[in-house]
């Protein structure tokens, strides 16, 4: 009977030993998280891209040509947006409609009425904010509200670091033709109606304001036929501000409210009209 009982046990306490056994086993090879997924888009930012994937835009102009080298690690979203834009044609005979010294020259309601209508509702999220709004720096326009960067872009002419904490996040720099940026007219001031723009395309600038200056045609070089030395040892990714750099009184960097946004769009005097 003894006997009995004590072998009966035997079973049980083998099965025991050999759950705790796999349990061990299991903790021991399974990670306590998974590691995190990297998402491109979407609130909060991007996959971080390495530099080495820059490359640069050539507007050449009604005053000379503005080469820009496009830095994808500084901003994504918007250096990717940009390249689209670039390779659809949408900047070709596109006004540099508001330009105000001190502050930055701006660009990016197409001629043609219809282009304008094909790219108005095409908004991206907004990137993390890596590098401040320089002199010399790019940067997408956009209103006040999140993600409403389209296709207005602009040049920083002195330090607007005060963008910095409103999401424009710049995502190139101009290496050549800094002085062509400068010259940009800016007679005009913020005067023409970007409603009228955007509706009536080139037909009402070229009759209203004869004098404005237009990036006639922007290319990714490599695709162009005319070979350009390569230029990214020319600027430092980490600080690269032209060379000839000035930083603006406080009187011309201080403007309006609609200057401040640099980029509220939209036909009420916004400083992108749409999404720049």
Known sequence: ????????????AFLALATMLTGMSCSQNTPTSAPPVPTVGGEGGA??????DTFLVRLETTKGDILIEVHPAWAPIGAAHFRELVESGFYTDCAFFRVIPGFMCQAGVAADPEVNARWS???????PVIKSNQRGYVTFGKTNAPHSRSTHIFINYGDNARLDGMTFAPFGIVIEGM????SI?????????????RYEGNTYLKESFPGLDYILKAS?????????????????????????TSQPSDAQA???????????????ASATAESD
């Open 1 to 12: 009977m003894g006997f009995s009982r004590r072998t009966s046990r035997l079973p049980l």
């Open 47 to 52: 996959v971080a891209t390495a530099d080495n």
């Open 121 to 127: 509702d095409r908004t991206v999220p907004d990137d």
């Open 179 to 182: 002085d062509v940026a400068d």
């Open 185 to 197: 007219s800016s007679q005009y001031g913020e005067r023409p109606d970007q409603g009228r723009m």
């Open 220 to 244: 990714i070089v490599g695709s162009e036929t005319d070979a350009v030395e390569p230029v990214s040892a020319k600027s430092d990714s980490s600080d690269s501000v032209p060379a000839g």
């Open 254 to 268: 201080e403007s309006s409210d609609a200057e401040t946004s640099a980029a509220d769009s939209s036909s009420d």
